[in-house]
């Protein structure tokens, strides 16, 4: 943990400096996401276990985002409806 916060921190100050600008053109998080995902497909495809339950495991991910979904729409919905309005008055 101490080891990314370090890492954050290097990264943040050379941010602020203005260094490293040519860092933009190559896109370093498109990059380390497209390798975040690809190793973690690696190492699920290698997980036989994990293989053998990816039904059960679909029909939760399914439950969640479900819920997740109509939670936001119907929260949002309730925000709008009470608070928007006192803020346009």
Known sequence: ??????A???????GLKGRLKWLKKIKPVLWSTV???F????EIGNDDTLISQIKEIGITALYIAVFSIVGSVLF??????FFK???SK
């Open 1 to 6: 943990m101490v080891g990314i916060l370090i």
């Open 8 to 14: 954050f921190s290097i990264g943040l100050f050379f």
């Open 35 to 37: 390798l975040l995902l």
């Open 39 to 42: 190793f973690m497909g690696y």
């Open 76 to 81: 949002t919905s309730i925000y709008e409806k």
């Open 85 to 87: 309005k006192e803020k």
